[in-house]
T-cell receptor
Framework: DAGVTQSPTHLIKTRGQQVTLRCSPK?????VSWYQQALGQGPQFIFQ???????QRGNFPDRFSGHQYPNYSSELNVNALLLGDSALYLC??????????????FGSGTQLSVL | QQQVKQSPQSLIVQKGGISIINCAYE??????FPWYQQFPGKGPALLIA?????SEKKEGRFTISFNKSAKQFSLHIMDSQPGDSATYFC?????????????FGEGTQLTVNP
């Protein structure tokens, strides 16, 4: 079992550009949540996807959007990048039947640097 | 009201000692309190979790103590080992039928000296 896999591992972009981050959940998991972790801080919830729909969203602007595919994989898109978007972006998956908060499995994240 | 306050920011313990990390919350609707461990370059990994209907939960060397009236909970690591050196995050969550989120503390960087 490969666990939660994220790609790419590192990414460098410039201000104003757009970025897409990808996540494959752990086998058997159907719920995917995305978190942003700034350097030296705890993860902050961005949004959660279940059955291909966003069902919960944190306090992030509309520049942050996502998608979930029928195979449960997910994408995080960020438009009009700002310097403050530089962070580790974490994907977490969880088992069916829950609300996406218990026994979360996190990927190793994508480190995004905005120059 | 959604914040979780964690202390200390950093902690140095000798091998074999007890590491104690504390968290406090304001939102009385929180009903699930997990602790996560994160190593450099890795995502957080679930260590142990507790619900407010019990005051203590132990798994191996890790124990959560929960004080509902004080709205505080803590992680105790017994017989701390150098391999325990990592960043620890407390978190809290409310049960929501439309999907739940975790609210994390700021983290505690633990160093266990050999």
């Amino acid at each position: 079992d490969a666990g939660v896999t994220q790609s790419p591992t590192h990414l460098i972009k410039t201000r104003g550009q757009q970025v897409t981050l990808r996540c494959s959940p752990k086998s058997g998991h159907d719920t995917v949540s995305w978190y942003q972790q700034a350097l030296g801080q705890g993860p902050q919830f961005i949004f959660q996807y279940y059955e291909e729909e966003e069902r919960q969203r944190g306090n992030f602007p509309d520049r942050f959007s996502g998608h979930q595919y029928p195979n449960y994989s997910s994408e995080l898109n960020v438009n009009a990048l700002l310097l403050g978007d530089s962070a580790l972006y974490l994907c977490a998956s969880s088992l069916p039947g829950g609300t996406g908060r218990e026994k979360l499995f996190f990927g190793s994240g994508t480190q995004l640097s905005v120059l | 009201q959604q914040q979780v306050k964690q202390s200390p920011q950093s902690l140095i313990v000798q091998k074999g000692g007890i590491s104690i990390i504390n968290c406090a919350y304001e939102n009385t609707a929180f009903d699930y309190f997990p602790w996560y461990q994160q190593f450099p370059g890795k995502g957080p990994a679930l260590l142990i979790a507790i619900r407010p209907d019990v005051s203590e939960k132990k798994e191996g060397r890790f124990t959560i103590s929960f004080n509902k009236s004080a709205k505080q909970f803590s992680l105790h690591i017994m017989d701390s080992q150098p391999g325990d050196s990592a960043t620890y995050f407390c978190a809290a969550s409310t049960e929501e039928t439309s999907g739940s989120r975790l609210t994390f503390g700021e983290g505690t960087q633990l160093t266990v000296n050999p």
